[in-house]
């Protein structure tokens, strides 16, 4: 029961992108187009899921004054590993996704799971934990990319769907982040209040 | 002081695991990476000058709006455009960004040392890209320049 919880609260309930508004910066400026969006979440689901894991697994050798460095040591262990792997196994997608990479490193996300819950608990609950934040982040992320290609670009996933000369440029645009990412977070809260 | 030194030490442990670690994929994924971009480099000389011989590809990074924007221009021993491909850019999505795009970029194919290679004259720029634009007549001009 509780294993189930602590999977499934990051994907709606407390949806790091719509309903904690951490880890903006990533979102806004790689959900341009699907495919990048869907490149990001699977490298931050590697660096989260194994992070949270290792964390959890040596949180007593941890002393409390140094964790935080700590912490980050190990976060960008996994970031560089995922960053020397994409250049290596996936050039496109590394070309894509370029300086955001090395940017996962600050991602609040993973710091403030690392801090909020693996620092705290088992190592199984926290690798869900890492898995549901990560399933939530790739959700949220996903589907600004999908909506903000279809409009801004008149295609999904650099499949076309009709003339781009007749899309919203402004949707890929920075602005079309926050105008889509505003949309999702009000839809979700009248969502939740309906629940309710 | 003591209990400094053994968080100095604890703390050097943990770097020490990460940089082995590190230095361990480092070496494995090192190979490959390079052979990569050089495969990917060869491939696009290729592509701008499929004959060898008949010229030199030149790479230029004038600069754009969002930052430089790397070319790779086939020049033949003539001093005509042959090919041109756009290696890295960082222009604006949905605007600058429609740089790569053969349409615009095929429009230099041919072009010499005495054509003016400017927007409005023998080019038609990107709507509402026109530094972008720019950049590339820039670019092309150099590389024409450049070839010896």
Known sequence: MSLW???????IKENPVLRLMIGLCPVLAVSNSALNALGM????????TCSNLVIAAIRKLVPDQIRIPIFIIIISTFVTISDYIMQAFTPELYAALG??????????????????????NPVLNSTLDGI???????LALVSIGVIREMLGAGSVFGLTLFNPAAAA???????????????????????????? | MIKTVKLGLILMVFCVISAGLLAYVYIITQPRIVRNSSAAYDLSVKEVLPVASSGEAVRVAPRGYGGPVVLLVGVSNEKKVVGIKVLSQKETPGLGAKVVERGFLDQFIGKGANDPLEPKKDIDAIT????????????????IRGKK
Do not use: W
Not at chain 1, 110 to 117: C, M, N, P, V
């Open chain 2, 128 to 143: 509402g890209a026109t530094i972008t634009s720019r950049a590339v007549c820039e670019g092309v001009r150099q590389a």
């Open chain 1, 169 to 196: 440029t402004i949707m890929i645009l920075p602005p079309g982040a926050f105008i889509t990412i505003a949309f999702l977070m009000a839809g979700l809260n009248k969502l939740e209040n309906k629940v309710q």
């Open chain 1, 5 to 11: 919880h602590d999977l499934n609260q990051g994907i």
């Open chain 1, 132 to 138: 549901g934040m990560s399933l939530g982040f790739g």
């Open chain 1, 41 to 48: 979440s699977v490298a931050v689901a590697f660096v989260l």
């Open chain 1, 99 to 120: 300086v955001f990479v090395p940017l996962i490193v600050v991602n609040c996300i993973i710091l403030g799971r690392a801090e909020a819950f693996a620092y705290r």
